[in-house]
């Protein structure tokens, strides 16, 4: 059977790890509050059975199945239904309420995990000849519904795994180019990078659990994209396999030839080919890096400072901030303390804020990155420190930065907890104008608040601004509630709330994590009606049988 690793079945990251509240004292009462759920007495539900689940039969012919296993050997076929289930969904909500609940329509026919390139594109050939549709897997880490077989599609359906392809190929160090097979995950890369000193500079959430053609193909942005840039800027060159061919994107600095290809693939969710190998542009390991936490009075301090920093001569490399609410919710996830440290943040701290005429219901927790050479990184921070004072900021050191850097990866686990007790937990994204940030941020609360009335329950929605650009920022919502009775239906009156604030408000219907299934009805309100029509032309020029991962993006 085939090397590569895969998350668990029925949630995110792999067995044994998982959200723990015990060390936390602040989160159970923190939950009761927000959402009426009492941890204490609630009943979790424990890890469900594989046996129990109704998977959809495999109508991969023998014949076919025999000619996949002729090209990348008969280990690396399979049409075993723990794999299958495996890669049917992504790790979103929606997705995780199906799986434990028993609601698979449609899963792929056939996992296929080629070695190269070269047997890409024999599998690609052998499908299209087969009029199958082919799947791109990555990590698997998708959240909207990128990944998903159509429930009506009755072709045989390939989930090409690209698990296999993860080498860092080769460094142009004179250019600070890698080339890097699409399969790579974060953790696997980045190690074969920093072994030569290098570093892409790209921390998605899911940085743990997705790779770097995932990367591009949802138009992924990390962490510190401030410094780095998005995935778009990082992507110089690509390789995509197409049927009878490979489009090579050459990893040019700036080129005037035509329409951007490059931009084309971009976000393209596998409609229009297999990326199999990308050539992203990559720094030095800095020698200093730091991340220092600040607190503001409020919101609308803090994204004034925030907006100003992106206009100054700083450049940060993460510029990050909190609302009230999701400060609120950092606080309480924090593990207890003993001694003189409890005494200075549960004593001192709130003493200097109520001293400067702070209401603690209001604060704004923010997190600020350096690095670079030691005077470039001290130099930005003197800068910004500047910008955080007269917004009436204040700095608390690198401690609580080193607890961030140490759990920003774990976020995604809490939506497994959340669920075995019975709640729903997740996220949405968008991108405005500065100009538009607040109110867009005062919708979007009151969108959600309205759902949660309308549907009769108890609902939580916090915020922070995650990415900072010269023109607006990325701000990244997390909402939570009890299911009462249709949990399916129940999320999408929420979500759906969200996402017609953000096209209503001048945000985008998503900043980082792709269209999918799961925000294309947004679509035509976020690029125009033309413009879907540019889409739906260029797809069907490139893909007229509709072999490559139909109806994702928008509907065939």
């Known amino acids: 059977m085939t090397s590569v690793k895969h998350m668990k079945w029925w949630g995110?990251?792999?067995?044994?790890?998982?959200?723990?509240?015990?060390?936390?004292?602040?989160?159970?009462?923190?939950?009761?509050?927000?959402?009426?759920?009492?941890?204490?007495?609630?009943?979790?539900?424990?890890?469900?059975?594989?046996?129990?689940?109704?998977?959809?039969?495999?109508?991969?012919?023998?014949?076919?199945?025999?000619?996949?296993?002729?090209?990348?050997?008969?280990?690396?076929?399979?049409?075993?239904?723990?794999?299958?289930?495996?890669?049917?969904?992504?790790?979103?909500?929606?997705?995780?309420?199906?799986?434990?609940?028993?609601?698979?329509?449609?899963?792929?026919?056939?996992?296929?995990?080629?070695?190269?390139?070269?047997?890409?594109?024999?599998?690609?050939?052998?499908?299209?000849?087969?009029?199958?549709?082919?799947?791109?897997?990555?990590?698997?880490?998708?959240?909207?519904?990128?990944?998903?077989?159509?429930?009506?599609?009755?072709?045989?359906?390939?989930?090409?795994?690209?698990?296999?392809?993860?080498?860092?190929?080769?460094?142009?160090?004179?250019?600070?180019?890698?080339?890097?097979?699409?399969?790579?995950?974060?953790?696997?890369?980045?190690?074969?990078?920093?072994?030569?000193?290098?570093?892409?500079?790209?921390?998605?959430?899911?940085?743990t659990h997705s790779t770097v053609g995932g990367w591009v193909a949802t138009r992924s942005s990390g962490m510190q994209s401030d410094k780095y840039g998005d995935i778009a800027d990082i992507a110089r060159g690509l390789r995509v396999v197409r049927p009878g061919g490979v489009l090579v994107l050459r990893p040019l600095p700036s080129t005037s030839s035509g329409p951007s290809v490059r931009e084309m693939i971009l976000g393209s969710e596998g409609r229009l080919g297999v990326i199999t190998e990308v050539t992203v542009q990559v720094h030095r390991v800095p020698a200093k890096r730091d991340v220092y936490a600040y607190f503001f009075p409020n919101w609308k301090s803090g994204i004034a400072a925030m907006q100003e920093i992106s206009e100054s001569d700083a450049a940060p490399s993460i510029t990050r901030i909190s609302d009230a609410r999701e400060t609120g919710f950092s606080l309480a996830t924090s593990k207890d303390r003993k001694g003189f440290d409890k005494f200075l943040a549960g004593t001192v701290l709130p003493g200097l804020m109520k001293s400067k005429g702070w209401t603690l219901e209001d604060i704004c927790l923010s997190f600020i990155g350096y690095e670079g050479s030691v005077s470039h990184a001290k130099r930005q921070k003197k800068l910004v420190d500047a910008i955080v004072k007269k917004h009436g900021?204040?700095?608390?050191?690198?401690?609580?930065?080193?607890?961030?850097?140490?759990?920003?990866?774990?976020?995604?686990?809490?939506?497994?907890?959340?669920?075995?007790?019975?709640?729903?937990?997740?996220?949405?994204?968008?991108?405005?104008?500065?100009?538009?940030?607040?109110?867009?941020?005062?919708?979007?609360?009151?969108?959600?608040?309205?759902?949660?009335?309308?549907?009769?329950?108890?609902?939580?929605?916090?915020?922070?601004?995650?990415?900072?650009?010269?023109?607006?920022?990325?701000?990244?919502?997390?909402?939570?509630?009890?299911?009462?009775?249709?949990?399916?239906?129940?999320?999408d009156r929420v979500k759906s709330a969200i996402q017609q604030a953000f096209v209503d408000n001048h945000g985008t219907i998503s900043h980082h994590h792709g269209v999918g299934l799961e925000h294309a009805p947004w679509l035509e309100q976020d690029i125009s009606v033309e413009g879907v029509k540019v889409m739906r032309g260029l797809v069907g020029a490139a893909d007229p049988k509709k072999n490559f991962n139909p109806g994702k993006i928008f509907a065939d």
């Open 393 to 491: 900021g204040m700095g608390v050191g690198t401690g609580p930065g080193i607890l961030y850097d140490q759990k920003k990866f774990d976020t995604p686990y809490l939506r497994d907890f959340l669920l075995d007790m019975g709640a729903a937990g997740d996220v949405s994204e968008t991108a405005a104008p500065w100009s538009k940030l607040v109110a867009l941020h005062e919708a979007v609360y009151a969108a959600a608040n309205k759902a949660y009335d309308e549907i009769g329950i108890k609902g939580w929605i916090m915020s922070h601004l995650s990415h900072s650009y010269h023109s607006g920022a990325c701000l990244y919502f997390t909402f939570a509630f009890v299911f009462d009775k249709d949990p399916i239906g129940e999320y």
């Open 12 to 207: 995110w990251g792999v067995d044994g790890v998982g959200f723990h509240y015990e060390d936390k004292p602040g989160f159970a009462p923190f939950v009761l509050q927000a959402v009426g759920l009492d941890l204490l007495t609630a009943e979790r539900a424990g890890e469900p059975a594989f046996a129990d689940l109704k998977v959809p039969k495999s109508n991969a012919t023998a014949a076919f199945t025999k000619t996949l296993a002729g090209i990348v050997g008969a280990d690396n076929v399979s049409t075993d239904d723990m794999l299958r289930v495996i890669h049917t969904y992504g790790k979103s909500l929606r997705d995780l309420v199906r799986i434990r609940g028993n609601m698979i329509k449609r899963s792929p026919d056939v996992v296929v995990y080629p070695a190269d390139e070269a047997e890409v594109q024999q599998v690609v050939d052998a499908a299209v000849a087969a009029n199958a549709v082919i799947i791109p897997f990555g990590g698997g880490s998708n959240i909207a519904s990128s990944l998903e077989p159509l429930p009506e599609e009755k072709r045989t359906i390939v989930s090409l795994d690209l698990g296999r392809l993860r080498k860092v190929i080769d460094i142009d160090a004179d250019s600070g180019l890698a080339r890097i097979e699409a399969g790579a995950q974060g953790p696997d890369l980045e190690e074969q990078l920093n072994k030569q000193g290098w570093t892409i500079g790209h921390f998605p959430d899911s940085f």
